[in-house]
């Protein structure tokens, strides 16, 4: 899913090129992909973009008369600058919005269609669309650290909740936590004040850096390379593949769609997490630590 540095990219290109600009029309592959009938979505065709804002990980389309698209990519939405009327032949395009100039295109891999689109009308409107996450590069510690204490739990589902934080998701909290040298099953509430100024200087560096990586790679360029996996990544999609940090092999615990990656030796002490379906297959057999893993595959 494309998160804060993804989304904060494809807000500079995508005002670089539609502010300003009349969107002439849009087309819908999916009916299903429009989640809202009021404004219906011709009300925009003649109306100008005055800006493209983030809100979270949706991207918010500003046209005249007080009117909003609000896009929300999921896990495989992608955005796609192409030549304007180009037809929409593949089946993972949903949708094209049409301008002078060229037209912005909607595709989503895979068969799971959860990629949104509402049309608001008014700012009030638009507001609910907010999930109410702390922007964490405009907080400061002592807000970071309200957000963190709000509830009792795990740090990665902590900075995972767009109600505690904005735009962080699976790839960059694992980024996140390997840097402030955290186990992700750490309790908010049983950080010291230390770890949590930790936290909050990993976050926000993690952030700023991935931001400014993407857009040196876009280099002005519409982004098309948007993953959440990528090799200069220290642990996140690289289970196996040696830490940057000390050399020990990534680890990972996987859980319904997301997986969780962390190195032992620098983020839990050498002591490996138990994946809930490995514990519950092996039981007693789990390895507990680094070593215990690097002796059974030595046996093996």
């Known amino acids: 899913m494309p998160e804060l540095p993804d989304v904060v990219v494809y807000v ?7 502010k300003g600009r009349t969107l002439a029309g ?16 011709a009300a925009f065709a003649g109306k100008r973009v005055l800006g493209v804002e983030r809100l979270g990980k949706r991207l918010v389309f500003a046209f005249e008369e007080d009117l909003f698209l609000v896009l929300h990519l999921m896990i495989a939405g992608r955005l796609h600058w192409r030549e304007r009327g180009r ?55 002592a807000a970071f650290r309200a957000a963190l204490a709000r509830e009792n739990r795990t740090l990665k589902r902590a900075l995972t909740d767009p109600t505690l934080f904005s735009g962080i998701g699976n790839a960059y909290s694992d980024e996140i936590l390997h840097a402030a040298r955290l186990s992700p099953f750490l309790l908010t509430r049983s950080l010291d004040e230390e770890q949590s100024a930790r936290l909050f200087e990993a976050a926000r560096r993690t952030l700023v850096d991935w931001t400014e990586r993407l857009r040196k790679a876009a280099g002005g ?38 997986e969780c990656n962390y190195c032992a030796r620098c983020q839990t002490e050498g002591r490996l997490l138990a994946d809930r379906a490995l514990s519950r297959l092996l039981k007693d057999d789990w390895p507990r630590t680094l070593e215990e893993l690097e002796e059974r595959k030595r046996v093996q």
């Open 87 to 141: 037809k929409l032949a593949s089946k993972i395009e949903l949708a094209a919005f049409d301008f002078e100039h060229g037209a912005l295109v909607l595709t989503e891999a895979g068969t799971k269609k959860r990629a949104s689109l509402h049309a608001v009308r008014g700012r009030a409107a638009l507001a609910r669309h907010d999930r109410g996450g702390l922007e964490v590069l405009e907080a400061s510690l």
């Open 26 to 41: 849009a087309r819908l592959a999916s009916p299903f992909l429009l989640r809202s009938v009021d404004p219906p979505l």
């Open 221 to 258: 360029e519409f982004p098309e390379k948007v993953t959440a996996f990528r090799p200069e990544m220290a642990v996140h999609g690289r289970h196996a593949k040696p830490c940057p940090a000390c050399g020990a092999p990534v680890q990972r615990i996987a859980y319904a769609d997301h």
């Open 12 to 18: 500079e290109a995508l005002e670089a090129r539609l």
